[in-house]
């Protein structure tokens, strides 16, 4: 699963075109190396000034070093792996409140990578691991009246990250 990202060019004849030709310029990975299995619901960005048009696809071939993919290191700042089972295992996920809204969300904190997913990134795996589980679309689960909830707040990145 893979989150290439970027606006429709004039060219572009779908927004799963968009999403191609995005992954091509920033993991350089050919779309006829890829099979797509289908298209999520299209969800609002963060601001809501623009919607988000998710797809599921695989790589037809396996790649056997994760350090020979070759990618834009002024779109994409780190490429890594979860195994589907970590993503599946309820034990690595938590449902925390972000920011101020009244819905939990879910958050995986991969330890091997030193990194969170959060927010629509893991928005749309929650709602494509539901899928998979057979529970239908994704829905946020809205925490009851007077129930506290751990909230997650992003880190601040290091220096050393840019």
């Avoid at 893979?2 to 968009?18: A, C, E, I, N, Q």
């Avoid at 295992?89 to 969300?105: A, D, H, I, T, W």
């Avoid at 057979?134 to 707040?153: L, S």
Wanted: glycine share 6%; charged share 30%.
């Amino acid at each position: 699963m893979l989150f290439p990202g970027g606006k429709r060019d004039p060219t572009d004849m779908s927004v799963l075109d968009t999403a191609l030709r995005e992954m091509e310029e920033e993991i350089f990975i050919s779309r006829d190396k890829v099979e797509v299995l289908g298209e999520c619901a299209p969800l609002p960005n963060k601001g809501c000034t623009m919607k988000v048009h998710p797809f599921v696809g695989y790589i037809k071939e396996p790649i056997e070093d994760l350090n020979s993919i070759m990618f834009n290191k002024d779109e994409v700042q780190k490429v890594f792996t979860v195994p589907l089972q970590d993503l599946m295992n309820p034990e690595k996920r938590s449902m925390v409140q972000f920011r101020n809204s009244k819905f939990l969300y879910p958050v995986w904190k991969v330890d091997e990578e030193n990194i969170t997913i959060w927010g629509l990134t893991a928005f749309i795996i929650d709602g494509v691991l539901r899928r998979i589980a057979d529970k239908g679309p994704a829905q946020a689960i809205e925490i009851p009246k007077g129930a506290t909830a751990e909230k997650y707040r992003p880190p601040k990145p290091s220096a050393t990250e840019y």
